[in-house]
C-alpha cells in the first residue's frame, strides 16, 4: 500500500539551530514533491517544490533535498527561529496529474 | 477575494443532522479540492473538481458525503446524518489549473464538531 512517514516525534530545537525532518514514501513515484507549513487552526501554507530531477532546492533560511532512489526528502531549517514554530507537511503527486497526498506532518517547537 | 475562504469556521452538530461547509476558491482557479484533517493526522483528500465537474470523487468515505460545486466558483461539501467519526477539520483548497507542479492554496477550515 502507498504511504508516506514522517518523523512520527516532535522536534523540539534550540534558536539558532537547524531542524532537519524527514519525508519517506513507499509505493509512490513522484514527479513533484512539496512541503508546507500548518500553524494551529489554519490550512496548510506551502513552501517549496521540488521536481525529481532536482536533487536539492533553497529558499532563505529552508533548504529541500529529494532522493527518489532512497525515496526520501529531507527538509531543512537552518538558522532556527522561534517563528518557525509550526508543523511542516511533506506532499507528492499520486502518480496522475492532480492529486496531492500529504504525511502526518512533523511538528517543530523552537524555544528561544 | 484575495485567499481562499471557508464557512462557517467551526459547527456543532448533533448526530443525524446535515450540515453544510463552503468554499470560495481564488478567483480564476480551475481546481477545488477537498480535504479531511483528523487530530493528529494528515490531510485525507476527498474531492477534486476541474470546473464544475468532479473526475475524482474517490476519497469520499461513504454516500452520506457529496459535494458539488457552480459557477467555476463555489463549492459545497454536504454531510447527511452526521456521525460522530465525521468530527474533523475539512480543508479546502483551490489550484490554477489542477496540475501536480503546482501549488495548493488552502483556506483555514471548517472545525467540525458532531455530538
Known amino acids: 500500500s502507498q504511504k508516506i512517514e514522517q518523523n512520527s516525534e516532535a522536534l523540539n530545537i534550540q534558536e539558532g539551530k537547524t531542524a532537519t525532518l524527514t519525508c519517506n514514501y513507499t509505493n509512490y513515484s513522484p514527479a513533484y514533491l512539496q512541503w508546507y507549513r500548518q500553524d494551529p487552526g489554519r490550512g496548510p501554507v506551502f513552501l517549496l517544490l521540488i521536481r525529481e530531477n532536482e536533487k536539492e532546492k533553497r529558499k532563505e533560511r529552508l533548504k529541500v533535498t529529494f532522493d527518489t532512489t532512497l525515496k526520501q526528502s529531507l527538509f531543512h531549517i537552518t538558522a532556527s527561529q522561534p517563528a518557525d514554530s509550526a508543523t511542516y507537511l511533506c506532499?507528492?503527486?499520486?502518480?496522475?496529474?492532480?492529486?496531492?497526498?500529504f504525511g502526518a506532518g512533523t511538528t517543530v517547537t523552537v524555544r528561544a | 477575494g484575495a485567499g481562499v475562504s471557508q464557512s462557517p469556521s467551526n459547527k456543532v452538530t448533533e448526530k443525524g443532522k446535515d450540515v453544510e461547509l463552503r468554499c470560495d476558491p481564488i478567483s480564476g482557479h480551475t481546481a477545488l479540492y477537498w480535504y479531511r484533517q483528523r487530530l493528529g493526522q494528515g490531510l485525507e483528500f476527498l474531492i477534486y473538481?476541474?470546473?464544475?465537474?468532479?473526475?475524482?470523487k474517490s476519497g469520499l468515505p461513504s454516500d452520506r458525503f457529496s459535494a458539488e460545486r457552480t459557477g467555476e466558483s463555489v463549492s459545497t461539501l454536504t454531510i447527511q446524518r452526521t456521525q460522530q467519526e465525521d468530527s474533523a477539520v475539512y480543508l479546502c483548497a483551490s489550484s490554477l489549473q489542477g496540475m501536480a507542479n503546482e501549488k495548493l492554496f488552502f483556506g483555514s477550515g471548517t472545525q467540525l464538531s458532531v455530538l
Open positions: 473538481f476541474q470546473g464544475n465537474s468532479a473526475p475524482d
Open positions: 506532499a507528492l503527486d499520486a502518480g496522475n496529474d492532480y492529486k496531492l497526498s
